[in-house]
């Protein structure tokens, strides 16, 4: 390892609710604020940083044409700062987090930032798809998605997603979303919503010579495959995976992100890995069903999250993790400064 990859800082926009309050800004351009307003609070020129590694799921329209680059450009960062756009469905900024370490930890680059963005007010979940083989098709049953027409908003400074008028009964009465017969409805699913997030990752040398203190670092990642069907299982083996190649285990981790694309997910990556006694620390400021799940940009929300709550509770190691489409999962390992 040639360098720690370390976390200088972790910062997301404000959560908007499908067709509010951020749907007439473009994602590009949500992004662009949110990276600007990283290195601001960083005191880095954005001159310094050499690489911009982007997760969005729908490539295509807006979010099309590399808009990792975009929104660099658009941000008014120097035309020398590179990116590059990541699709590992839902679990693509958190890929981010574990190309900027990789490249850090190579020796390869000094100064990385890992962003995400997702728009789906305006981009609608899907609309990047093709046609899926034959062979896939017979292989697993299909999943109906949901899909959203652009709205008129307007910019807030707080998190819109959150019902704060449900409730128990309210959330009971509500109809299954896909079978007839089906468990999930709206109110145990992540919400279609608009956000981004980004992460600045350093290395050593870097931090002595810009005067950064980071925060933390990233100590290991893990990814792990599984039946696409039965894709709820692939938390706790990516965790397994992480925890191992950081020579930790479940007893080191005091603060633990499981993205909340379901309520079934966290529930089960619980039960999978003996943690069913250990619900203050899953999702301690709730998770994708109540601040929503804007595809792309979960997974550096999810470190920014966690970095602020290790940091809250004085905890050393956390650990964010999260279930991707089409049977896979990532997790990666944060360690507190």
């Known amino acids: 390892m040639a360098s720690q990859a370390l976390i200088v800082d972790a910062v997301r926009s404000p ?8 749907s007439k800004v473009r994602g590009d351009e949500l992004v662009g604020q949110v990276m600007n307003g990283l290195v ?18 729908t490539q295509i329209g807006e979010q099309g044409w590399n808009i990792a680059r975009m929104a660099a450009l658009v941000a008014g960062w120097p035309d020398t700062v590179c990116g590059t756009t990541i699709d590992r469905q839902c679990g693509s900024s958190m890929q981010g987090n574990f190309n900027a370490a990789a490249a850090v930890w190579s020796g390869q680059l000094d100064l990385v930032v890992s962003a995400g963005v997702e728009m789906m007010s305006r981009v609608p979940m899907g609309s990047n798809g093709g046609d899926l083989s034959d062979k896939l098709l017979e292989r697993y049953e ?5 899909v959203v027409n652009p709205h008129v908003g307007a910019l807030v400074g707080v998190d819109e997603t959150p019902r704060r008028d449900t409730s128990a009964e309210a959330l009971s009465a509500l109809a299954p979303a896909f079978i007839p017969e089906g468990r999930v409805t709206a109110g145990n699913s992540s919400q279609i919503c608009d956000g981004a997030a980004a992460v600045l990752v350093a290395s050593d040398a870097a931090c002595k010579r810009l005067g950064l203190e980071p925060r933390a670092r990233f100590v290991s990642f893990g990814l792990a495959g599984v039946d696409p069907y039965r894709m709820l299982h692939g938390n706790p083996a990516a965790c397994a995976k992480a925890l191992s190649r950081a ?6 981790i005091g603060v ?15 039960r999978d890995a003996g943690l069913e006694d250990r619900w203050d620390d899953i999702n301690p400021n709730g998770g994708g069903i109540s601040l929503g799940h804007p595809l792309g940009a979960t997974g550096a929300r999810i470190t920014a999250t966690l970095l602020g709550e290790l940091e809250r509770r004085g905890e050393r190691y956390g650990i964010g993790c999260m279930c991707i489409g089409f049977g896979q999962a990532i997790a990666g390992v944060v360690e507190r400064l």
């Open 15 to 22: 959560i908007g609710r499908k067709n509010g309050a951020l």
């Open 40 to 57: 601001e609070r960083a005191g880095v020129d954005p001159g310094e940083v050499e690489d911009v590694q982007m997760g969005c799921v």
């Open 142 to 146: 299909i999943v109906p998605v949901e």
């Open 247 to 252: 020579g930790l285990t479940w007893d080191d």
């Open 256 to 270: 633990i992100e499981v993205n909340e694309a379901f309520a079934c997910v966290p529930l089960q990556f619980a």
